[in-house]
């Protein structure tokens, strides 16, 4: 039987590391939004963090990102999310499917994945993390290309003075097996910053 648990933790811990670490090289800036990268020490490919503030709580940005309807709502770039099981209360496997984009250049994927929440109320920081795994009810699905989500994860943290702003760091890596390199070093980038516009979005929109 899988322990879903021990590798969620082993996830967070690995974000945690890479979060603080400080060789991350400024790729791109759009507003108040910036995106950093790295060589990923998971795979063959990138870590990107992308550091933004959002005018929202951090327990209201938290229901955004881990409610999946919601979540399934306010993000452009997902399709559908649903649960698949729940290990604790924290803790959940989640099947998450994205649409085709870039004018039918990348086609439809999916992504099993653990998601869970770790509080750490004495830095005001709450974490959402998340990573690919295996499930025996989910093999690869026909229409879709399976993804893989290295360990990742959306970091809040409360702003002095401000109760109702959050500061926020994303840590992304993921295999979505895109060709040629040159798409990949485009997308995923162009990702994170519409990933911020949607989540800025759907907190005005109250989707909360």
Same mark, same amino acid.
């Given at each position: 039987?899988?322990?879903?648990?021990?590798?969620?933790?082993?996830?967070?811990?690995?974000?945690?590391?890479?979060?603080?670490?400080?060789?991350?090289?400024?790729?791109?800036?759009?507003? #108040? &939004?910036? %995106?950093?990268?790295?060589? @990923? +020490?998971?795979?063959?490919?990138? /870590?990107?963090?992308?550091?933004?503030? $959002? !005018?929202?709580?951090?327990?209201?940005?938290?229901?955004?990102?881990?409610?999946?309807?919601?979540?399934?709502?306010?993000?452009?770039?997902?399709?559908?999310?649903?649960?698949?099981?729940?290990?604790?209360? #924290? &803790?959940? %496997?989640?099947?998450?499917? @994205? +649409?085709?984009?870039?004018?039918? /250049?990348?086609?439809?994927?999916?992504? $099993? !994945?653990?998601?869970?929440?770790?509080?750490?109320?004495?830095?005001?920081?709450?974490?959402?993390?998340?990573?690919?795994?295996?499930?025996?009810?989910?093999?690869?699905?026909?229409?879709?290309?399976?993804?893989?989500?290295?360990?990742?994860?959306?970091?809040?943290?409360?702003?002095?003075?401000?109760?109702?702003?959050?500061?926020?760091?994303?840590?992304?890596?993921?295999?979505?097996?895109?060709?040629?390199?040159?798409?990949?070093?485009?997308?995923?980038?162009?990702?994170?910053?519409?990933?911020?516009?949607?989540?800025?979005?759907?907190?005005?929109?109250?989707?909360?």
């Amino acid at each position: 039987m899988t322990d879903y648990k021990a590798i969620g933790q082993t996830f967070l811990g690995k974000v945690i590391e890479y979060e603080a670490g400080d060789d991350w090289k400024l790729y791109k800036s759009s507003k #108040d &939004v910036n %995106v950093y990268t790295k060589p @990923s +020490p998971d795979f063959n490919g990138t /870590l990107h963090k992308t550091v933004y503030d $959002i !005018d929202a709580s951090p327990e209201k940005c938290l229901d955004l990102v881990i409610d999946l309807e919601k979540h399934a709502k306010f993000d452009s770039a997902i399709k559908d999310m649903s649960l698949i099981e729940r290990i604790n209360e #924290d &803790v959940i %496997v989640m099947r998450t499917t @994205s +649409p085709s984009m870039m004018a039918g /250049l990348i086609s439809p994927r999916d992504f $099993i !994945d653990i998601m869970g929440v770790d509080r750490q109320s004495d830095k005001h920081l709450i974490i959402a993390y998340y990573g690919s795994v295996e499930h025996c009810k989910y093999p690869e699905q026909k229409g879709f290309v399976r993804g893989m989500n290295y360990p990742s994860a959306i970091f809040l943290r409360a702003v002095d003075g401000s109760p109702n702003k959050t500061h926020a760091v994303n840590i992304v890596q993921f295999e979505g097996h895109l060709s040629p390199k040159s798409l990949v070093e485009i997308f995923i980038p162009n990702l994170q910053i519409t990933f911020v516009d949607d989540i800025r979005k759907g907190d005005r929109k109250s989707v909360v």
